[in-house]
T-cell receptor, first 112, second 113 residues
Framework: EAGVAQSPRYKIIEKRQSVAFWCNPI?????LYWYQQILGQGPKLLIQ????????DSQLPKDRFSAERLKGVDSTLKIQPAKLEDSAVYLC??????????FGSGTRLTVV | GQQLNQSPQSMFIQEGEDVSMNCTSS?????WLWYKQDPGEGPVLLIA?????ELTSNGRLTAQFGITRKDSFLNISASIPSDVGIYFC?????????????FGKGTKLSVKP
């Protein structure tokens, strides 16, 4: 089966700019996650969707981060405005429940 | 909150050597997962443990779920260069969410041929 697709792979932006990441999960996976992985750390959950509804966004900095999964398939994560500390790899994952996670390759964001 | 502590932070070993790393928590976990992350890629699941005391193997990898449910270890036997990467332990978080994972900070493994 095709894996979790993410784009772009790399992005460099200046602070205060906005950026968006896209994720297409494995077909049929109802649950989609966005994780943030800062260099030298393990991934940290930002938001979890079940179909097109939000299950958990308690760790999402809502003043600058937003995410949507309109048709219960692909998802976008947006940061506006970006800060230097947002430099990280943003990983998307999907699962059939709740394990059997498959991660995408991630988007490496550098904020300068 | 829940936290997973991994040790060692990094390891430099010779090809052919065995490797052991562990993960501890102050909280009880009902599931322990071990992932490997290669540079530029997302984590890939190696082994999942669901029962206290469980010992599970996947090729040269063996992992155990500690009896107290607060720890787990991962062993790699006869290491090879492609074992290089970062190894993460993970467990399910709580607080109203099913499926989200808590990750340790990882053990970085380097293998000298």
């Amino acid at each position: 089966e095709a894996g979790v697709a993410q784009s772009p792979r790399y992005k460099i932006i200046e602070k205060r700019q906005s950026v968006a990441f896209w994720c297409n999960p494995i077909s049929g996976h109802a649950t989609l996650y966005w994780y943030q992985q800062i260099l030298g750390q393990g991934p940290k959950l930002l938001i979890q969707f079940q179909n097109n509804g939000v299950v958990d966004d308690s760790q999402l900095p809502k003043d600058r981060f937003s995410a949507e999964r309109l048709k219960g398939v692909d998802s976008t994560l947006k940061i506006q405005p970006a800060k230097l500390e947002d430099s990280a790899v943003y990983l998307c994952a999907s699962s059939s429940w709740p394990y059997g996670y498959t991660f995408g390759s991630g988007t490496r964001l550098t904020v300068v | 909150g829940q936290q997973l502590n991994q040790s060692p932070q990094s390891m430099f070993i010779q090809e052919g050597e065995d490797v052991s790393m562990n993960c501890t928590s102050s909280s009880i976990f009902n599931t322990w997962l071990w992932y490997k992350q290669d540079p530029g890629e997302g984590p890939v699941l190696l082994i999942a443990l669901y029962k206290a005391g469980e010992l599970t193997s996947n090729g040269r990898l063996t992992a155990q779920f500690g009896i107290t449910r607060k720890d787990s270890f991962l062993n790699i036997s006869a290491s090879i260069p492609s074992d290089v990467g970062i190894y993460f332990c993970a467990g399910p978080g709580y607080g109203g969410s099913q499926g989200n994972l808590i990750f340790g900070k990882g053990t970085k493994l380097s293998v000298k041929p």
